[in-house]
């Protein structure tokens, strides 16, 4: 037997080498559960249910992609959406909402806004 013969082929170090794979990076997706926990870490105090009856209601954080029935979030943008519904308090203890504000009701919001409350109001 000749030894040259088993020894592997020499390697051409300038032969064309594979094209690298392109890998797309995704950002971190969270399902409800995950992003319930997100939101509570990051301050915004929601609940399982709440957010639950908003998602049901089509009102809850943008849905970025399915995976079977599981809906995915990128955090990001939950956040935005979370931070969004925030009603901010402004000087003279009036709370607004952006809502309140787009709608061009000065009263909106307000403590005492002249409107009629119970039974006892008509008299």
Same mark, same amino acid.
């Given at each position: 037997?000749?030894? &040259?013969?088993?020894?592997? #082929?020499?390697?051409?170090?300038r032969?064309? $080498?594979p094209?690298?794979? &392109?890998?797309?990076?995704?950002?971190?997706? %969270? &399902?409800?559960?995950?992003? %319930?926990? =997100?939101?509570?870490?990051?301050?915004?105090?929601?609940? $399982?249910?709440?957010?639950?009856?908003?998602?049901?209601?089509?009102?809850?954080?943008?849905? =970025?992609?399915?995976?079977?029935?599981?809906?995915?979030?990128?955090?990001?943008?939950?956040?935005?959406?979370?931070?969004?519904? %925030?009603?901010?308090?402004?000087?003279?203890?009036?709370?607004?909402?952006?809502?309140?504000r787009?709608?061009?009701?000065?009263?909106?919001? &307000?403590?005492?806004?002249?409107?009629?409350?119970?039974?006892?109001? #008509?008299?």
């Amino acid at each position: 037997m000749d030894r &040259t013969s088993q020894l592997p #082929a020499p390697v051409d170090s300038r032969a064309e $080498k594979p094209a690298a794979t &392109t890998h797309v990076v995704w950002p971190p997706l %969270l &399902t409800r559960k995950q992003l %319930l926990e =997100f939101l509570n870490s990051e301050g915004i105090p929601i609940g $399982k249910s709440t957010l639950d009856k908003l998602c049901a209601l089509g009102h809850g954080p943008p849905v =970025f992609a399915w995976w079977g029935r599981l809906a995915l979030h990128r955090p990001a943008d939950s956040l935005g959406w979370a931070m969004a519904r %925030l009603r901010l308090v402004h000087p003279g203890g009036v709370t607004r909402s952006e809502d309140d504000r787009a709608a061009g009701d000065p009263a909106a919001g &307000t403590i005492g806004s002249g409107r009629p409350r119970g039974s006892r109001a #008509a008299r």
